[in-house]
């Protein structure tokens, strides 16, 4: 069974600074892991950025010039570093990857780790 085990999230001050990890464990030779989502109270899902294997990054407007992905293909690890951090970034940030053995509907089937809470105090 996969995992993608999601790590680093906590309690911040406005200006302060986090780095999320996310790896997957288990079986996961065909797991891909691509991005970070996130989810406010009462909000729906989106997109906070996103990185393929071989390294094309894309950001939400709302965290440009302030967050930084990375990958370590070595490890099928993803990070997210999260500088200047605001009130609005509070959120659930969730892991997102490809199932790459698995297409249903012409797309991989997604895996999503269990969520990390980052929360910041204005």
């Known amino acids: 069974q996969v995992q993608l085990v999601e790590s680093g999230g906590g309690l911040v001050q406005t200006g302060g600074s986090l780095r999320l990890s996310c790896t997957a464990s288990?079986?996961?030779?065909?797991?891909?892991?691509k991005a970070w989502y996130r989810q406010a109270p009462g909000e729906q899902r989106e997109l906070v950025a996103s990185i393929t294997k071989d390294g094309s990054i894309n950001y939400a407007d709302s965290v440009k010039g302030r967050f930084a992905i990375s990958r370590d293909n070595a490890r099928n690890t993803v990070y997210l570093q999260m500088n200047d951090l605001k009130p609005e970034d509070t959120a659930v940030y969730y892991c997102?990857?490809?199932?790459?053995?698995?297409?249903?509907?012409?797309?991989?089937?997604?895996?999503w780790g269990q969520g990390t809470l980052v929360a910041v105090n204005s």
């Open positions: 288990g079986r996961a030779t065909y797991i891909i892991v």
């Open positions: 997102n990857a490809d199932n790459i053995a698995t297409i249903r509907g012409n797309k991989y089937v997604e895996v």
